[in-house]
């Protein structure tokens, strides 16, 4: 076949179309639109509340026992952020919590990735009306008043405590496993240690500043009082702060090796 008529053929095969549709396995998915990841951020802070305040009032009304109580909400906690975060960390991260919003902003405002002081400024808010939004459907279901403040005093110094070790733990958690490349585990590591941090911090590792002031609204067993919540919320920046100190530290960049 001659130069021409090679041409000729070639040209009567329809060219295969880019195969655009979906990203190769493995390779990083396009951004969502901003309204996609806050509506996710909204939604996803939500139901995390709705899990805990609902199991709260669930378990208060299966048993007296206050361990037990502990223990079913801790466990619906558990899986319910697990599932949660598999389930949404693909379209806006899953942060449900601005204290991971902004911590990951601090650490991408440099041009590393990260959120943007805009995006911040829309995941914040959609996280705090989702927690909020998430403590009235939790009252709702159980047929208690849709908004009731909370009774339960938690400002005491043991417990602010108690936040800023949960929080400085849960940063170092986050971040450490982005420095390590090991963000696919979080769904596990995540919920894992919300799970733990329930019985080792005298707190009940709240953790988040949307989900503390979301649990104002609601007098069960999960709620807080609105006078304790500033206080929650400022330990919760310091155990931020904390958090990415020990991140620092502990992940810092290695040297280069040196030649032999």
Do not use: C
Not at 210 to 234: E, L, W, Y
Request: hydrophobic share 50%; proline share 6%; net charge neutral.
């Amino acid at each position: 076949m001659t130069t021409t008529q090679e041409s000729a053929a070639e040209s009567a095969v329809p060219a295969a179309k880019p195969a655009s549709v979906e990203p190769a396995p493995g390779a990083t998915p396009p951004p969502r639109p901003l309204t996609s990841r806050a509506a996710a951020e909204l939604v996803g802070t939500a139901l995390l509340v709705a899990v805990v305040v609902g199991s709260g009032i669930q378990a208060t009304e299966l048993t007296k026992d206050v361990g037990l109580q502990l223990l079913a909400n801790s466990t619906a906690t558990v899986f319910g952020l697990g599932i949660l975060i598999l389930l949404l960390g693909p379209v806006s991260g899953a942060h449900f919590n601005p204290v991971v919003t902004l911590a990951e902003w601090w650490t991408g405002r440099r041009g590393g990735a990260g959120v943007t002081m805009r995006e911040a400024a829309v995941y914040v808010p959609a996280q705090v009306v989702g927690a909020i939004a998430g403590a009235i459907l939790a009252d709702a279901m159980f047929g208690e008043p849709l908004v009731k403040w909370s009774t339960h005093d938690r400002s005491a110094g043991h417990l602010l405590l108690g936040e800023v070790v949960a929080t400085a733990g849960l940063i170092l958690l986050i971040f450490g496993l982005a420095r390590t490349d090991r963000l696919r585990f979080a769904p596990v590591a995540v919920a894992s240690y919300i799970g733990s941090a329930y019985w080792f911090t005298s707190s009940t590792s709240f953790a988040n500043p949307a989900v503390t002031i979301g649990r104002a609204f609601t007098d069960t067993f999960a709620g807080i009082a609105p006078g304790s919540v500033a206080g929650f919320i400022g330990m919760q920046l310091v155990g931020a702060v904390v958090g990415l100190a020990l991140v620092a530290l502990i992940f810092m960049p290695g040297r280069a090796a040196e030649e032999s």
